[in-house]
């Protein structure tokens, strides 16, 4: 019998994650000698990204793609990943990753689901239509936001936080709907940014992870040999993934430098209060994650 399942996702065909989500559902269709077919819905045309996580968990989508930073309002562990400074290289953000693993399962757990895999975002920095040397420069503007953090930044340097999910980024700002976002080269690239902004900060402010998951009755639904082939396709994905977001980083802000942007090391002062920013972010999670949120910075810093 042969098994068929939908992934949504909320990224572009092009992007280095999806590229890898249709090389592992190529390899599980091998390794499960055709039993299990993926089929993979980008750009969010199955489901807008804030919704696949739910319709993984209802069933409606039997796999999805999530940003773990869009669901810190229902649980401050998904937001780790997205504390500016935290955790701002590759090395750096596997290591939380590895700290938060065993919470991300048991809480995914119990909401019916599993966490298949996981790949990093490239390093954030700041887009921006006009330069900038400090945050104070950022007063007033429109700033897209994709997660409570980056809305909150917005907040802390007195920009007006505009939530546009990454498949309406271009357009947003064409339009002129949002001015400055902090993001990665790679989504930049995605959305050809050059077109309408002319300098990105590489502030490597922190790497968010987006995570693969499948709905555990349509899991436990498989036999064995093919839920090992999804399990061993899974662990071969992550591995991939992560050498795929180093060098999609590179590329990303080459094509983007290429097309006009200028690709800057963030000013002192700009530095520096980025800096101030991110210590405000830690101790507002702090206070809010609790012991649970402690605990895992104790074991992430260990
Ligand atoms: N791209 C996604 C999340 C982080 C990133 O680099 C976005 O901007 O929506």
Do not use: C
Not at 138 to 165: D, M
Not at 219 to 228: G, I, N, P, V
């Amino acid at each position: 019998a042969q098994t068929k399942w939908d992934l949504a996702t909320a990224y572009p065909a092009t992007n280095f994650h999806t590229e890898n989500i249709n090389a592992f559902a190529a390899d599980v269709d091998k390794a499960s000698g055709g039993k299990l077919k993926i089929t993979v819905h980008a750009n969010a045309a199955l489901f807008k990204a804030p919704e696949i996580k739910r319709a993984v968990q209802g069933g409606q989508a039997q796999a999805g793609e999530i940003l773990l930073v869009n669901f810190q309002n229902e649980w401050q562990i998904f937001g780790a990943d997205g504390l500016p400074f935290l955790a701002d290289s590759y090395d750096e953000a596997m290591k939380l990753y590895k700290a938060q693993k065993p919470l991300l399962d048991k809480k995914l757990g119990e909401q019916g689901m599993m966490l298949l895999y996981s790949v990093p975002w490239p390093p954030q920095g700041i887009y921006s239509k006009k330069p900038l040397a400090a945050a104070a420069d950022l007063k007033g503007i429109k700033w897209r936001a994709y997660s409570p953090a980056t809305a909150r930044i917005a907040e802390l340097v007195g920009a007006q936080p505009v939530t546009v999910q990454a498949a309406e980024v271009s357009q947003a700002f064409a339009t002129g709907v949002v001015e400055s976002m902090m993001s990665s080269g790679s989504t930049g690239w995605d959305a050809k940014l050059h077109e309408h902004v002319k300098y990105w900060y590489d502030t490597q402010a922190w790497l968010p992870k987006n995570v693969v998951l499948v709905n555990v009755a349509a899991f436990k639904a498989l036999d064995k040999a093919t839920q090992d082939a999804l399990l061993k396709a899974a662990a071969d994905a992550e591995t991939r993934g992560l050498a795929s977001a180093k060098k999609a980083n590179g590329e990303t802000l080459d094509k983007l430098k290429g097309g006009g942007m200028n690709i800057l090391p963030p000013p002192p002062a700009l530095k520096a209060d980025m800096a101030k920013v991110g210590e405000t972010l830690l101790k507002e999670w702090l206070a809010k994650a609790g012991p649970e949120g402690q605990a895992l910075i104790d074991a992430y810093r260990k």
